[in-house]
């Protein structure tokens, strides 16, 4: 699937572009930073000029397409050298807003950027956690920074109302820097996906054997483990796996299954653009994630028009509220997925059709998140911004 061509909504100003830095680990095919991508796609670079700062100092799989919308990726590994290199790096690149999108160590970051004198510091929850243990140098970590946020913050963002009740604070809403900008996908880029076995081909999959999808890196948070202990009670059905592996929870997963005697009906296919594809091939997509902001890949199944069953978290439950297609299993058990997936049909045309409507008529559009995220850049500055 092509990428869509760069799209202006936004009515132009007149005066120098605001710069715009955010902060991420690296810029790899996760779901914030593809959504940040798609967001610089669609804003008019005359507006808003945006460039990237990786914590990790290593490179990502994004850094050529950011280059090719006329971004810039700085690796700035945090590390004893980081603060003065940071600084060093607003100043020269002239920014005007620092946008961190790491929970809360971004209030390091906005520590920086307030310290040399950054007019708009966001700090942006896409999660509800950082999913470390709450040990007693780690609460301690959290307390530090959140009050640095809560003193150089000039805007706190979280991709649902629960990112911010349970990554910021339980009374976000009398906060008024507070804000829940929705992550948003472009129905018409998967308009075009559809199912033409070439798939099931690739994997040797028969017609009308039931096939699952689950996307996402092998990170412990996505719970890839859930799934190998799901396989044995679904006898006939193929998961695919589709996300960056590598890692030993993917070993991991492949040691459980092949105990189960299920490797044969796991599909390891790695990360991959083409994401759409293979959900669109998949009669359900998972989700059995035990920490989630808003998942993307619920809105991108969505938009292909395959149901999703997924785990019982807050941001999956404002999806379902406002988007049919979704089944939410409130336990942890197996079973109860295995019952919710063989109670499932393959998805027919006309049902599929229903789903991407009614998504393209919900506030998870890509469309709204640029108005939203231009809106907020290029706000004149507020008293008690600097």
Request: proline content about 8%.
């Amino acid at each position: 699937m092509s990428a869509p061509a760069r799209r202006f909504d936004q009515p132009t100003r007149r005066g120098r572009a605001r710069r715009v830095l955010h902060v991420f680990g690296t810029m790899h095919r996760g779901g914030a930073e593809l959504r940040t991508v798609e967001i610089m796609r669609r804003t008019d670079p005359a507006l808003v000029v945006q460039e990237f700062a990786a914590l990790s100092g290593a490179p990502g799989t994004l850094d050529d397409e950011i280059r090719q919308l006329g971004g810039a990726v700085h690796p700035c590994r945090l590390d004893a050298g980081f603060a003065p290199r940071f600084m060093r790096l607003i100043r020269e690149r002239g920014i005007d807003v620092v946008h961190s999108h790491v929970f809360l160590t971004s209030g390091l970051m906005l520590a920086l950027a307030f310290a040399v004198g950054v007019p708009q510091r966001i700090a942006h929850f896409r999660s509800t956690s950082d999913g470390q243990p709450s040990t007693v140098r780690r609460r301690a970590y959290r307390l530090g920074m959140r009050r640095m946020l809560d003193f150089t913050a000039t805007d706190l963002l979280g991709v649902s109302a629960a990112s911010l009740a349970e990554g910021w604070s339980p009374e976000w809403q009398r906060d008024p820097r507070c804000q829940v900008i929705y992550n948003g996908v472009d129905p018409a880029r998967f308009a075009d996906a559809v199912d033409d076995g070439s798939v099931r081909a690739e994997l040797g999959v028969p017609p009308g054997t039931p096939l699952l999808v689950q996307v996402g890196r092998f990170d412990p948070p996505k719970n890839h483990l859930f799934t190998a202990t799901l396989l044995p009670l679904l006898p006939h059905a193929h998961v695919v796996f589709v996300g960056r592996g590598g890692t030993a929870l993917e070993a991991e997963t492949r040691r459980r299954l092949a105990a189960s005697g299920c490797l044969d009906r796991a599909h390891f296919v790695g990360e991959r653009p083409d994401v759409g594809r293979w959900l669109v091939a998949a009669d359900a997509s998972i989700l059995p994630s035990v920490i989630e902001g808003l998942p993307g890949v619920v809105l991108e199944s969505l938009a292909c028009g395959t149901p999703v069953v997924a785990a019982d978290l807050p941001g999956v439950h404002e999806i379902a509220e406002r988007v049919e297609g979704v089944t939410v299993v409130t336990t942890t058990s197996p079973r109860p997925w295995a019952d919710a997936l063989q109670a499932m049909s393959s998805p027919t045309p006309a049902a599929r059709a229903r789903r991407r409507a009614v998504l393209a008529a919900s506030p998870f559009t890509i469309d709204a998140a640029v108005a939203a995220h231009v809106a907020l850049w290029t706000r004149p500055s507020r008293r008690g911004d600097s």
